[in-house]
């Protein structure tokens, strides 16, 4: 499409620019040595275009957090892909669909007891395909997974047990180490997988391979991608980054490359305007601010409803009604899910093409 000027479009907009994209690509590349070792978490962007530009950088690994995530990266041109969420109730059958629709994709998922085991091996029996699980490790979140030690052994002992199923590895996520000091970070990233290493040695000893562990989010990937003993890296907001990363990790260097558009739609008084940006079109997960607009130091965040948000600082008084304010958001990943669609943007600034953000659907075909 012909380069458009923003202010061709409504309001309010989610914008991705194109060259900050790569530049976060490439340095998620560089930070973990290889390729190879990159399983990004697609949640984050939810977007085929964006895959396509992970697949021309040696990035064919994925993690999805749906079934349609998975589809989607599976569709275009993924070799592997870990949905990380336990499959119960239809979702059992449909991660088996996905198996056989996908002959030439990796397709594991991780389980936390021995039900879901026996579930989806009793699935598996009626089905062609052999499906690789991984054991979800809890290493201190406590929401998922179970903890290092002689049950997680066990567990792992019934995966190599059961022949339709692929014991694949570990699954550990450390949600729960978000320091800003990376030295603190890293410090309880090592105490948190000292035990996960130590349960994956005993299980070597005794002739039950581990072949992978996939650890970490985005606070923790410099840490992981450092140490060897991590096969795989799954960082997800690293390649969008959004203000509330940035300001926690400063020692993380990803640009922000996405964006929301508004639009002044009244004026309350001299220094408070309203704009089009309401919980339809940010994330309202987080406190505020919940978006930052460069144009508007200090600016403090007011009332915040489905359609509207008001905004009070004094270069509020520079702004006219329909004038246009481009923000980072707070939490990029659940802002990107409020959209169909991203417009991009060229290095002026210019709208030169629009990705779906296809995986935002829960079912796709499968």
Request: proline fraction near 7%; glycine fraction near 4%.
């Amino acid at each position: 499409m012909s380069p458009l000027p923003l202010t061709k479009l409504a309001s309010p907009a989610l914008l991705f620019k194109e060259s900050s994209i790569d530049y976060n690509l490439d340095l998620m590349v560089e930070l973990a040595g290889d390729s190879s070792r990159l399983r990004p978490h697609v949640k984050t962007h939810k977007c085929p275009n964006i895959i396509a530009r992970h697949i021309q950088r040696g990035i064919t690994k994925f993690k999805c957090a749906t079934i349609a995530e998975a589809e989607m990266v599976a569709k275009n041109g993924a070799t592997s892909l870990i949905l990380a969420k336990q499959p119960v109730g239809p979702d059992i059958a449909r991660i088996i669909e996905l198996a056989v629709h996908f002959p030439d994709t990796e397709v594991l998922a991780i389980v936390d007891n021995e039900g879901s085991i026996i579930q989806l091996a009793q699935a598996l029996s009626a089905s062609t395909v052999r499906l690789g699980l991984l054991a979800d490790v809890d290493c201190g979140m406590a929401r998922t997974g179970i903890a290092p030690g002689p049950a997680l052994y066990e567990l792992y002992s019934k995966l190599v047990s059961e022949p339709r199923i692929e014991a694949s590895g570990f699954h550990v996520y450390d949600g729960h180490i978000h320091d800003a000091d990376l030295a603190t970070r890293r410090s309880r990233s090592a105490q948190a997988l000292a035990n996960v290493l130590a349960t994956k040695r005993e299980l070597e000893k005794q002739q039950r391979p581990v072949p992978r562990l996939v650890a970490g989010g985005s606070p923790t990937f410099v840490i992981h991608a450092a140490n060897p003993a991590v096969t795989e890296c799954s960082p997800g907001t690293t390649v969008l980054w959004d203000t509330g990363y940035q300001d926690a990790y400063p020692d993380l260097p990803f640009k922000p490359a996405a964006f929301v558009m508004t639009r002044v739609i009244s004026r309350l008084s001299e220094d408070a305007v309203c704009v089009d940006l309401g919980h339809k079109a940010i994330s309202a997960d987080k406190p505020q601010p919940r978006v930052r607009f460069d144009r508007l130091p200090e600016a403090v965040l007011e009332t915040h409803s489905e359609e509207h948000l008001v905004i009070r600082s004094p270069h509020c008084q520079d702004l006219e009604i329909g004038e246009a304010l481009i923000g980072i958001p707070q939490h990029i990943c659940p802002t990107v899910a409020l959209y169909d669609h991203a417009s991009i943007l060229n290095e002026h600034d210019e709208v030169i093409d629009r990705w779906p953000i296809e995986a935002r659907t829960r079912q796709l075909t499968i």
